[in-house]
């Protein structure tokens, strides 16, 4: 299920940056020079991010050669989950604030972004989930904290509307923003997941669910 997820995601969320996100930023009359450049800082942005991430999460291991004390597993992965709840309540937070962008673009354009976020959304909450179990967190515990990140993304909705709304000249640059990581994470993340499941078998219903992605996106936004 989360293999399909994947797919139908990076369908969504390349149609909606490519098809409607960036064209209603440079449509908007901002500079595009200066547009084009926000969305080098953002790819640049989220390829160090990613590189925190990854050193983050290289950590020794007892019985690795190296002489931990005993235990020393057990803290560095209690230490992880609560660095994975501090990274997605972050996550969160932005991904409310480019949706209040989305909608006050164009209504249409913030249901596909949300679409898009949520998408992407379910497949890494899950992935989240099973990291906190590894880290010691209960079922019921990492559930909570889970849901506690998510609800920072409606934090997030609401700042963006009332601080974009008094400055709009800001929403294109955070609608290229946004494009930048839906760009990064459906080319440099999902897309060499699905690569890795390179047989006849599984890539048929990956391109379907791209293609079905692509065909939602054109659906929501048929009138625009």
């Known amino acids: 299920m989360v293999e399909r997820l994947v797919s139908l995601s990076v369908g969504i969320m390349l149609s909606t940056t490519l098809l409607h996100a960036l064209p209603e930023a440079f449509e908007s009359g901002a500079d595009a020079h200066k547009l084009f450049a926000t969305l080098l800082a953002g790819l640049l942005a989220f390829f160090m991010l990613e590189k925190l991430a ?7 291991h007892e019985g690795d050669g190296h002489h931990h004390g005993h235990g020393h597993d057990a803290r560095e992965a209690g230490k992880s989950g609560w660095m994975i709840l501090v990274g997605d309540g ?11 962008a989305a909608f006050l673009a164009n209504p249409e354009l913030g249901i596909v972004t949300a679409l898009a976020i949520v998408a992407h959304e ?8 099973i990291v906190l179990l590894n880290a010691g967190f209960s079922r019921l515990r990492a559930y909570v904290f889970n ?3 998510s609800l920072l993304s409606v934090a997030g909705g609401l700042l963006g509307y009332y601080t974009l709304d008094q400055a709009s000249g ?17 080319v440099s993340d999902l897309m060499p997941q699905m690569q890795r ?4 078998k599984e890539s048929i219903p990956q391109v ?5 992605g692509v065909g939602i996106v ?5 009138g625009h």
């Open 54 to 60: 990854l050193l983050r999460h290289s950590h020794h």
């Open 90 to 100: 972050m996550h969160n937070f932005v991904d409310g604030i480019l949706i209040a």
């Open 122 to 129: 379910i497949p890494t909450e899950i992935g989240d989930f």
């Open 147 to 149: 849901l506690l990140c």
């Open 170 to 186: 800001l929403i294109p640059y955070v609608l290229v923003f946004a494009s930048s990581g839906f760009i990064y994470i459906a």
């Open 197 to 200: 499941r390179a047989t006849v």
């Open 208 to 212: 379907l669910l791209i293609g079905l």
């Open 218 to 222: 054109l659906f929501l936004t048929a």
